[in-house]
């Protein structure tokens, strides 16, 4: 007997990738999705596919998920976001779990592709995501720019085989990239989290860094085997590591004068 799992996606603005996020789990039982405030033609693809379909103004990375579990019929929830696809190695996984094995567990882990311009970012793998959980066992963790869950026990955390693809469809954005706006208005919030967990910024982390995330991503990660594709990620990876403690410096200036 299949077990039963509800699918709940978040989504805003979504027209060009979430119809293949909801294709890729028409076997579940249930699809929830949960709007932000789309102004596009996300709705009218959202109610071709959900069993229930929500509009709820946006509640930060946890806080919109977690409202989105709290609505599924079944303990069981895989959580998507609607850029994201389950390949069909991860849907025959889920469908195969026996309800012993399911009682053993709380969450399960499944491993992320990550996609950028269409093409698949090796150096970025493993990406373990925390997405198959039972809604009523697992503790939600408050990130500044994404969300988490873990399990009461270690022992009770599984890994699944197969992949969420994550862009693999939609436009070829360089936002995806550059990150632009998106990259500004996260910047000060990560900085924070990072300065009220304990750390600072010193000189050599703006010195050293940016130069150690770049030969991480291009040599250790592998980028160099994908050519200029790669090249391009880890310079992103430079850049991102060398604004995110700019930014932490910035935090800490400010924090030490008040």
């Not at 693809?45 to 946890?62: L, Q």
């Not at 697992?138 to 399990?151: F, P, S, T």
């Not at 360089?174 to 632009?180: I, V």
Request: aromatic share 10%; proline share 3%; with cysteine.
């Amino acid at each position: 007997m299949k077990p039963k799992i509800s699918v709940m996606i978040t989504c805003c603005n979504a027209e060009k990738t979430l119809s293949a996020a909801c294709e890729s789990v028409q076997w579940a039982e249930e699809i929830i999705i949960v709007d932000s405030g789309s102004t596009d033609q996300t709705a009218q693809i959202a109610k071709t596919y959900a069993t229930k379909y929500i509009v709820e103004p946006w509640r930060g990375y946890t806080g919109q998920k977690k409202f989105g579990a709290e609505h599924a019929s079944n303990d069981w929830v895989l959580i998507l976001d609607s850029d994201e696809i389950v390949n069909a190695r991860l849907a025959q996984n889920i469908q195969s779990l026996t309800d012993d094995h399911l009682a053993k567990h709380d969450l399960f882990w499944i491993k992320r592709k990550n996609f950028v311009f269409l093409k698949h970012v090796r150096a970025w793998d493993p990406d373990w995501q925390s997405r198959l959980i039972h809604k009523d066992r697992v503790i939600w963790l408050e990130h500044a720019l994404h969300e988490g869950r873990k399990a009461k026990s270690s022992e009770r955390e599984g890994k699944l085989g197969g992949h969420l693809l994550h862009k693999p469809v939609g436009p070829v954005d360089f936002m995806d990239y550059f990150g632009g706006d998106r990259m500004d208005k996260r910047l000060l919030p990560v900085a924070r989290e990072m300065y009220q967990r304990g750390k600072r910024c010193h000189c050599w982390d703006l010195l050293l860094r940016p130069a150690l995330a770049f030969l991480k991503f291009y040599f250790i990660k592998g980028g160099l085997f994908s050519g200029s594709f790669g090249l391009l990620m880890a310079q992103k990876a430079s850049v991102s590591t060398q604004l995110k403690y700019a930014a932490l410096w910035y935090v800490q200036k400010i924090e030490e004068k008040s």
